[in-house]
Structures are given as structure tokens and as C-alpha cells.
């Protein structure tokens, strides 16, 4: 089975500065850390309300990497001239409201079906990988599909949260069956939100996924077992279930 990438979100270490305030910990240097250790992208979330990752921090991760930078951010005038201006490796779209404390689903596509498509142009002219962050729904990679996006990535939010196999097991037959819609329908997929070392697994022996996005989970390890060491394990989980382990 094909490799899967890892891209790993770093803005929590944007979080633990601005605690504080000054410039440590440093978001680049988190960047060539998560490299190092097996991260095949770095992402990162550029909210409205700036309230972990900085305008500045976008700039220095593109001039200061040599890395593949995946940019998260809302549909909104400010953050498409933010992403022509700095121009990352790829943009993924995602719902946002000031007062949630991290992306709590996916794209509502259907209501922004007639905003969406030039969005997408937009950023693909300026070279740019667009990618929409999505419910596991067959309707919506469909959707994603129409809209002449590059990319789908599944929020896999329910199934690393559910309680009960029974739940587990429905959540992760969804993720399966909206992975091969996208592969049927010329998508990249890619997956993301709140997977662990215990939930990732299964989530990467989904052939049709290609790509996992991880932050929280991996930024917490850290603080016990150091950066390096936490992604590390995370990118030996991923080629174990690939078969791909030494």
C-alpha cells in the first residue's frame, strides 16, 4: 500500500507563546522539528481573530521553510488576499465561528454553493492546492467534485470521539465510503481532526486516503516526550499500518 503523508498542525505552538507574549516558542523552528521527525507538510490555521497563528507567522513559515505549508482558513475576502499574497504549497477552506474552540464539523457546501467555485478559481490561479474540509458524506464529496476543488478532507471529529464500538464502527464505515466516492470522483482525500495514536490506525488503512492532517493531539505528547519524539511515533504508526514498517 501506498505511503500515506502526514501533515502536522503547529498552532498550538503559536498558542503557548502568545500565552505570554514574545517570541518563544517559535512556530519555524516547530516546523523544522516536525520535518525531521517525519511530517511531510506543516499546517496551519490563520483565524480572524489571529488568536494563536500571526499573519507574521505564515510569512516566516513560507520564506523560512523549504516545506510544503498547508494554510486552513475561512472563505472570506481578507484571508483570499492573504493567501495570494503569501502564496502556500495548498489552502484548506474550513467553516469558522469566533467562538468555537477549535472546527467543530465540515462545510456547509450547499449553502455556499455559489460562492465557493470562483473562491476555488481564485486561489488555483495564483497555483495554489484548494482543499474543503468536509463531513464523511458521499453528497458532499460529490459536491466538492462540482465546485472544481482539488482536494476533500474527511473530519474524522466523530468517529475519534465516539464512545461505543458500535458508533465507532458506523463513523468509520462513513470515512471509508466518502474516501472511495472521492477517489471515484477524481478527489484527493485527505482526513483530519482529533486523531491519536489509538485512532489512527484504522483511519490510515483507508487506501483511498492519501494524507492525515495532525495537531492538537501530537502538540500535547510533546510536552511529556518532546516534539521530535511524539511525531515520530505517530509517522511509525502510519507505515505500520501501511505495511510499510521495517
Known amino acids: 500500500m501506498q505511503r500515506i503523508a502526514l501533515g502536522v498542525n503547529i498552532d498550538h505552538v ?7 507574549g514574545g517570541v518563544h516558542p517559535d512556530p519555524v523552528r516547530a516546523a523544522h522539528l516536525a ?5 511531510d507538510s506543516i499546517t496551519v490555521h490563520l483565524r480572524e481573530d489571529r488568536r494563536h497563528i500571526s499573519d507574521h507567522d505564515v510569512a516566516a513559515l513560507i520564506r523560512h521553510t523549504d516545506c510544503r505549508i498547508n494554510l486552513e482558513m475561512a472563505a472570506t475576502a481578507e484571508m483570499l488576499t492573504i493567501a495570494q499574497t503569501y502564496r502556500p504549497f495548498a489552502v484548506c477552506l474550513v467553516p469558522e465561528k469566533r467562538q468555537e474552540r477549535t472546527t467543530e464539523g465540515g462545510l456547509d457546501l450547499h ?3 455559489t460562492i465557493l467555485p470562483s473562491y476555488i478559481r481564485d486561489l488555483q490561479s495564483c497555483g495554489i492546492r484548494v482543499s474543503l474540509f468536509i463531513h464523511p458524506d458521499a453528497a458532499a464529496v460529490a459536491l466538492a467534485a462540482e465546485m472544481g476543488a482539488d482536494v476533500v478532507e474527511l473530519h474524522t471529529g466523530i468517529y475519534c470521539d465516539a464512545h461505543h464500538d458500535r458508533d465507532r464502527q458506523t463513523a468509520l464505515t462513513q470515512i471509508k465510503n ?4 472521492a477517489k471515484n470522483h477524481g478527489l484527493m482525500c485527505h482526513a483530519g481532526h482529533g486523531l491519536s495514536y489509538a485512532t489512527v490506525r484504522e483511519i490510515a488503512m483507508i487506501p483511498a486516503i492519501s494524507e492525515l492532517n495532525i495537531g492538537h493531539y501530537l502538540m500535547g505528547e510533546a510536552l511529556f516526550c518532546g516534539l521530535e519524539l511524539s511525531i515520530h511515533k505517530m509517522r511509525r504508526i502510519l507505515d505500520e499500518a501501511r505495511g510499510l514498517a521495517l
Not at 503559536?14 to 505570554?20: D, E, P
Not at 466518502?178 to 466516492?181: G, H, K, L, R
Open 14 to 20: 503559536a498558542t503557548l507563546r502568545n500565552a505570554r
Open 35 to 39: 520535518v525531521q521527525a517525519g511530517a
Open 111 to 113: 449553502a455556499m454553493k
Open 178 to 181: 466518502a474516501a472511495e466516492s
